[in-house]
């Protein structure tokens, strides 16, 4: 059994993701939204999104950046559905699916504080991005799946003290805005290991200096390597990236300074 240990002595139990349903992990996070996603607005999404197919399926929740820079259609799961006949599915037509001035509308009938201009500007001219979550881990499948269609996976579990307080556990990526895209990155064919960089000027790293980059929200630890004015990151334990030529990569920075990896392909 997974423990919360809090240093005041209070101890927190998980609570039983199969005693969960779809609709309370739903209600927790809008809830308490503004403490887990600070940076965005968290707002229902139950209207359909259709393809030029006619498939439709219909999200949860939407999550929208308090700057409009971003937006993300959000679908919680739960970790025994079926990911081949529902989960993959219903997230291609997420991700095919056309989204207007309607959805727009709908938004600001449900957080009348969003700017109608800004929200409807952001959603024509701004595809959203795609995430996942799921009420317990799941398998690594579902991360190798999901990722091919671009779509983030993050875990949120609860667990509740003997007074019924409750804690959360947020688990894979997280939501969070970048104030910054730093550089670029891909690997060069040279190594495995080999990270390089587009922009090194704009890393502000020196060189054979250490630098701690979160990836899938795992802190990791990298070097930087310069030779005939090229620049590359080494990590200095396992390579956690999935280092294949075809992708590419872009590091971002956070508001606080901390700096974040993700794929781009």
Not at 23 to 48: A, M, R, S, W
Not at 78 to 102: C, F, K, R, T, W
Not at 204 to 223: A, F, H, L, S
Not at 250 to 257: C, I, K
Request: glycine share 4%; proline share 6%; charged share 30%.
């Amino acid at each position: 059994m997974t423990k919360v240990l809090h240093r005041n002595g209070k101890s927190y139990d998980q609570v039983a993701p199969t005693s969960l349903y779809e609709i309370d992990v739903e209600q927790n996070i809008l809830i308490h939204g503004e403490t887990l996603y600070p940076e965005h607005f968290i707002l229902p999404c139950k209207i359909l999104v259709e393809t030029d197919q006619g498939e439709t399926a219909k999200p949860d929740l939407a999550f929208i950046a308090k700057d409009y820079r971003e937006w993300w259609i959000v679908e919680v799961e739960m970790e025994e559905h079926s990911l081949e006949s529902h989960v993959l599915p219903q997230m291609e037509i997420l991700s095919n699916g056309a989204y207007s001035d309607q959805h727009a509308k709908y938004f600001c009938e449900k957080l009348p504080e969003l700017d109608y201009l800004k929200i409807s500007n952001l959603i024509q001219s701004i595809p959203p991005r795609l995430m996942v979550i799921v009420n317990t881990q799941p398998s690594e499948i579902w991360y190798k799946e999901l990722e091919q269609l671009g779509v983030s996976v993050s875990v949120f579990e609860v667990f509740r003290a003997s007074d019924e307080d409750e804690v959360f556990r947020l688990d894979g990526e997280h939501i969070a805005k970048f104030v910054d895209t730093v550089t670029q990155c891909f690997c060069d064919g040279i190594s495995p290991n080999l990270l390089r960089i587009d922009t090194p000027e704009r890393l502000d790293v020196p060189p054979r200096g250490i630098v701690k980059i979160r990836y899938n929200d795992y802190v990791t630890e990298w070097q930087r390597v310069d030779a005939q004015s090229k620049v590359w990151l080494i990590p200095l334990k396992r390579n956690p990236l999935p280092m294949r030529e075809k992708f590419k990569y872009e590091l971002l920075r956070h508001r606080d300074g901390s700096l974040t990896i993700r794929i781009t392909k």
